[in-house]
T-cell receptor, first 112, second 115 residues
Framework: AQSVTQLGSHVSVSEGALVLLRCNYS??????LFWYVQYPNQGLQLLLK??????LVKGINGFEAEFKKSETSFHLTKPSAHMSDAAEYFC??????????FGTGTSLTVIP | ETGVTQSPTHLIKTRGQQVTLRCSSQ?????VSWYQQALGQGPQFIFQ???????GRGNFPPRFSGLQFPNYSSELNVNALELDDSALYLC??????????????FGPGTRLTVL
């Protein structure tokens, strides 16, 4: 069975601080992994994706994520939070096949 | 280049009714996927259409059905609405059949409320 667990439904950071959003997955085969961001009243926007190339993936808006097979993790980070980063973030896994499995999301608040 | 659009934006229905949601894919995209996002949850895959044929389905009952048209726009139909069908319904389009290698572009969603 495939699943995605996002630890922490709400994360608050100060502006300029490190952002760390956690994602762990379970998959019977090596999956492909994604991070999406959702701003209020908008659809999901792809931040980055891991497709079995480099384990450190760089995305848009300064975000990056590292695939760690031994830990079955794909945590999202950004060195310095900006007010515009406040949004809902979703981790998703896609085992071979066409179906995506999304986590329940982490709401990021940036404190000025 | 126009993005993915969905209509209507909001919809209120009562239990037992039927609803049709619409999605216009991004220009040139031939694949569309539908997702249900309940409040406080992540999107759940309903089904995908590629060149007018269903190409994968999630764990949703048959009263959830869909269509894709020759211009690659799509409809999601839900019959015999239940209260638990209240959710944000998202449509995503992509260019190739294997959405792994191509980015899915999401629309803003349709908020369905079932009373």
């Amino acid at each position: 069975a495939q699943s995605v667990t996002q630890l922490g439904s709400h994360v608050s950071v100060s502006e300029g601080a490190l952002v760390l959003l956690r994602c762990n997955y379970s998959s019977s085969v090596p999956p492909y992994l994604f991070w999406y961001v959702q701003y209020p009243n908008q659809g999901l926007q792809l931040l980055l994706k891991y497709t079995s190339a480099a384990t450190l993936v760089k995305g848009i808006n300064g975000f990056e994520a590292e695939f760690k097979k031994s830990e079955t993790s794909f945590h999202l980070t950004k060195p310095s939070a900006h007010m515009s980063d406040a949004a809902e973030y979703f981790c998703a896994v896609r085992p071979p096949g066409n179906q995506f499995y999304f986590g329940t999301g982490t709401s990021l608040t940036v404190i000025p | 280049e126009t993005g993915v659009t969905q209509s209507p934006t909001h919809l209120i229905k009562t239990r037992g009714q039927q609803v049709t949601l619409r999605c216009s894919s991004q220009s040139g995209h031939n694949t569309v996927s539908w997702y249900q996002q309940a409040l406080g949850q992540g999107p759940q895959f309903i089904f995908q259409y590629y060149r007018e044929e269903e190409n994968g389905r999630g764990n949703f009952p048959p009263r959830f059905s869909g269509l894709q048209f020759p211009n690659y726009s799509s409809e999601l139909n839900v019959n015999a609405l239940e209260l638990d069908d209240s959710a944000l319904y998202l449509c995503a389009s992509s260019l190739v059949r294997d959405t792994l290698t191509d980015t899915q572009y999401f629309g803003p969603g349709t908020r369905l409320t079932v009373l």
